[in-house]
């Protein structure tokens, strides 16, 4: 049984910096290459929305609030993705979750990590 795990999430001050990766375990080899790969959050009292994908060709989108200030990166060799987040604002503190999916085929979700921005 696939599991993706989250790492890298915490409390860090506002303009700050955090770094998000998240692999699977439970898989071996070079399995994800054609899974579409993505960062979701959910805040208290909200949706959950998606932050930033990234295709297998490497074609990224982004949440309107995340441009300019995230980077979403994936590594198929190791199958896994990153998220690095600059310039952090209260309104980016949610659970953040990993997503790999390929349509009709397998779609997985990580459990989540916390990013809290405060001072």
């Known amino acids: 049984q696939v599991q993706l795990v989250e790492s890298g999430g915490g409390l860090v001050q506002p303009g700050g910096s955090l770094r998000l990766s998240c692999a699977p375990h439970?898989?071996?080899?070079?399995?994800?290459?054609?899974?579409?790969m993505a960062w979701y959050r959910q805040a208290p009292g909200n949706q959950r929305e998606l932050v930033a994908g990234?295709?297998?060709?490497?074609?990224?989108n982004y949440v309107d609030s995340a441009k300019g200030r995230f980077t979403i990166s994936r590594d198929n060799a190791k199958n896994t993705v990153s998220l690095q987040m600059n310039s952090l604002k209260p309104e980016d503190t949610a659970v953040y979750y990993c997503?790999?999916?390929?349509?009709?085929?397998?779609?997985?979700w990580g459990q989540g990590t916390q990013v809290t921005v405060s001072s």
């Open positions: 997503r790999f999916t390929r349509r009709g085929i397998s779609d997985y």
């Open positions: 439970g898989a071996s080899g070079n399995i994800f290459g054609p899974y579409f």
């Open positions: 990234i295709s297998t060709d490497g074609t990224t």
